[in-house]
């Protein structure tokens, strides 16, 4: 199969030590390209003795840049993405490469239980997001945010403009590319303990977590998560109408019920919106494949 290996990079000089002499020795004839977002410590000078291409940014930009900046540089009808700080195993991207061959636009590397990640709280994160995408798409997701995985070139590219330049491109990307009916499929993998420093900052991360459970509605199908919380909104002024016409012996509407049931049908109405919306937003991609 024609593909391209995708690293993105900063401050992983040991996590690149470990990995690129594996993946030179499996795949010495492949296209393999290191993101240097930025780095202050020895990546560059790893990536030079081990003879890949690199594409350098002056500055630190985000993971998800990283990834953009390579997809685009990226020559291979496929493209495999995997971390470069030393968790990921080269031996799996065989494995992921066979499903693709059975037909998946994208396969992704699913990692299994609490002892394959960082710490509880991301496990426990992961899971909210893993329910939540399965929800939206009727379809059992093992592993939403995995930075291992592989994609079509083409397709991955016509979503470029919905990544943001942070940590969430795995999310982003696994919706998009069931929002457009492509198929999507996962291999269970193993990952090591990261080598160097996590780039993983508890608050800022801690608001990032609230903003992708978002993200992962209006990403699939915002009325999904707009209508039954229209509903909710509503259903609590109908019960505060009920409650109060009891308690006071006529039938009357407070203005606490007024403003909820009013709330809701406002929900309702932004979700219709953005369902037209989003479906204008996948339009463009759709178009380019066919």
Partial sequence: MDFSIV???????????KTLPLLREKYPETEIIVVNDGSTDGTLQV??????????????????????????????????????????????IERLLYKVEEGYDMVVGARGGID????????????????????????RIHDLTSG????????????????PNGFSYPTTSTMAFFRAGYSVGFVP?????????????????????????FKIGTLYSPLKIYFPTSMLVAGLG????????????????????????????VVFLMGLLAEQLTNL?????????D
């Fill in 7 to 17: 690293i993105p990079a900063k401050d992983e000089e040991q996590g690149l030590a």
């Fill in 47 to 92: 990536c030079e003795a081990h003879g890949v291409r690199v594409v350098t940014h002056p500055y630190p930009k985000g993971n998800g840049a990283a990834i953009k900046s390579g997809a685009r540089a990226a020559r291979g009808e496929h493209i495999v993405f995997m971390d470069g700080d030393g968790q990921h195993n080269p031996a799996d």
């Fill in 116 to 139: 394959d990640q960082a710490s509880l709280a991301r496990w426990s994160a992961n899971s909210l997001y893993n329910w939540l995408a399965s929800w939206m798409v009727n379809r």
């Fill in 148 to 163: 291992f995985r592989v994609v079509n070139r083409k397709k991955f590219l016509s979503f470029l403009y919905l990544l």
């Fill in 189 to 213: 993998i193993s990952v090591a303990a990261r080598l160097g420093k996590s780039h993983i900052n508890l608050v800022r991360d801690g608001v990032r977590f609230f903003l992708i459970i």
């Fill in 238 to 265: 109908v019960m505060n109408y009920l409650l109060g016409s009891i308690s006071s012996g006529g039938w009357r509407f407070t203005n606490m019920s007024t403003l909820l049931i009013l709330a809701g049908m």
């Fill in 281 to 289: 937003q996948y339009k463009d991609a759709v178009e380019h494949d």
